[in-house]
Protein backbone atom coordinates (compact mmCIF):
# COMPACT_ATOMS: atom_id res chain seq x y z
CA UNK A 1 0.00 0.00 0.00
CA UNK A 2 1.09 3.57 -0.80
CA UNK A 3 2.35 6.08 2.00
CA UNK A 4 1.83 8.94 0.04
CA UNK A 5 0.53 12.34 1.90
CA UNK A 6 -1.98 13.66 -0.08
CA UNK A 7 -2.71 17.70 0.26
CA UNK A 8 -6.19 17.44 -1.45
CA UNK A 9 -8.20 14.08 -1.55
CA UNK A 10 -8.67 14.77 -5.31
CA UNK A 11 -4.77 13.78 -5.48
CA UNK A 12 -5.33 10.42 -4.70
CA UNK A 13 -7.69 9.95 -7.59
CA UNK A 14 -5.94 11.46 -9.97
CA UNK A 15 -2.83 9.50 -8.85
CA UNK A 16 -4.68 6.37 -10.38
CA UNK A 17 -7.29 7.73 -12.88
CA UNK A 18 -5.10 10.65 -14.23
CA UNK A 19 -4.10 11.31 -17.36
CA UNK A 20 -5.46 11.64 -21.20
CA UNK A 21 -6.51 7.68 -21.76
CA UNK A 22 -7.54 6.25 -18.34
CA UNK A 23 -10.60 7.90 -18.16
CA UNK A 24 -11.38 7.23 -21.58
CA UNK A 25 -10.76 3.25 -21.26
CA UNK A 26 -12.87 3.09 -18.14
CA UNK A 27 -15.72 5.47 -19.73
CA UNK A 28 -15.41 2.35 -22.73
CA UNK A 29 -15.64 -0.14 -20.48
CA UNK A 30 -18.12 0.64 -17.87
CA UNK A 31 -20.46 0.24 -20.61
CA UNK A 32 -18.96 -3.55 -21.65
CA UNK A 33 -16.28 -5.74 -21.25
CA UNK A 34 -14.01 -5.44 -24.39
CA UNK A 35 -10.64 -6.84 -25.54
CA UNK A 36 -7.69 -4.92 -26.96
CA UNK A 37 -8.45 -4.41 -30.43
CA UNK A 38 -11.90 -3.36 -29.42
CA UNK A 39 -10.54 -0.61 -27.07
CA UNK A 40 -7.58 0.33 -30.07
CA UNK A 41 -10.38 0.64 -32.52
CA UNK A 42 -12.50 3.07 -30.11
CA UNK A 43 -9.51 5.09 -29.06
CA UNK A 44 -7.65 5.23 -32.72
CA UNK A 45 -5.54 8.42 -31.99
CA UNK A 46 -3.63 5.85 -28.85
CA UNK A 47 -0.69 3.42 -29.28
CA UNK A 48 -0.85 0.17 -28.53
CA UNK A 49 2.50 0.18 -26.18
CA UNK A 50 0.67 3.39 -24.58
CA UNK A 51 -2.77 1.45 -24.69
CA UNK A 52 -0.92 -1.84 -23.01
CA UNK A 53 0.86 0.65 -20.39
CA UNK A 54 -2.39 2.49 -19.71
CA UNK A 55 -4.15 -1.22 -19.15
CA UNK A 56 -1.69 -2.40 -16.80
CA UNK A 57 -1.47 0.39 -14.45
CA UNK A 58 -5.16 0.03 -14.04
CA UNK A 59 -4.97 -3.73 -13.35
CA UNK A 60 -1.93 -2.56 -10.85
CA UNK A 61 -4.09 -0.12 -9.14
CA UNK A 62 -7.20 -2.85 -9.21
CA UNK A 63 -9.36 -0.77 -11.05
CA UNK A 64 -9.91 -3.12 -14.18
CA UNK A 65 -9.81 -6.72 -14.62
CA UNK A 66 -7.84 -8.82 -17.10
CA UNK A 67 -9.24 -12.29 -18.05
CA UNK A 68 -7.27 -14.86 -20.14
CA UNK A 69 -8.99 -17.11 -21.95
CA UNK A 70 -7.12 -20.51 -22.76
CA UNK A 71 -7.79 -20.21 -26.51
CA UNK A 72 -5.71 -20.18 -29.48
CA UNK A 73 -5.07 -17.27 -30.53
CA UNK A 74 -5.46 -15.70 -26.78
CA UNK A 75 -8.09 -14.03 -25.98
CA UNK A 76 -8.17 -11.43 -23.32
CA UNK A 77 -11.05 -9.39 -21.79
CA UNK A 78 -11.39 -6.68 -19.90
CA UNK A 79 -13.87 -5.22 -17.80
CA UNK A 80 -14.39 -2.65 -14.16
CA UNK A 81 -13.09 -4.36 -11.37
CA UNK A 82 -15.39 -4.19 -8.20
CA UNK A 83 -13.57 -0.33 -7.51
CA UNK A 84 -13.52 0.46 -10.35
CA UNK A 85 -17.66 -0.01 -10.54
CA UNK A 86 -17.20 2.25 -7.74
CA UNK A 87 -16.17 5.18 -9.89
CA UNK A 88 -19.21 4.53 -12.54
CA UNK A 89 -21.48 7.46 -10.94
CA UNK A 90 -18.57 9.83 -11.38
CA UNK A 91 -17.79 8.21 -14.99
CA UNK A 92 -21.65 8.36 -16.15
CA UNK A 93 -21.32 12.66 -14.78
CA UNK A 94 -18.07 12.82 -16.44
CA UNK A 95 -19.43 11.58 -19.71
CA UNK A 96 -22.62 13.47 -19.52
CA UNK A 97 -20.82 16.33 -19.10
CA UNK A 98 -18.29 15.92 -21.91
CA UNK A 99 -21.64 14.70 -23.90
CA UNK A 100 -23.09 18.56 -23.41
CA UNK A 101 -19.66 20.10 -24.58
CA UNK A 102 -19.45 18.42 -27.90
CA UNK A 103 -23.50 19.74 -28.23
CA UNK A 104 -22.32 23.00 -27.38
Do not use: H
Not at 2 to 8: D, G, L, Q, S
Not at 76 to 103: F, H
Amino acid sequence: MKTTKYNVPVEATLEVIGGKWKVVILCLLKEENKRFSELQRAMPAITKKMLSQQLKELENDGIINRKVFDEVPPKVQYSLSEEGESLREILNLMCAWGARKIDD
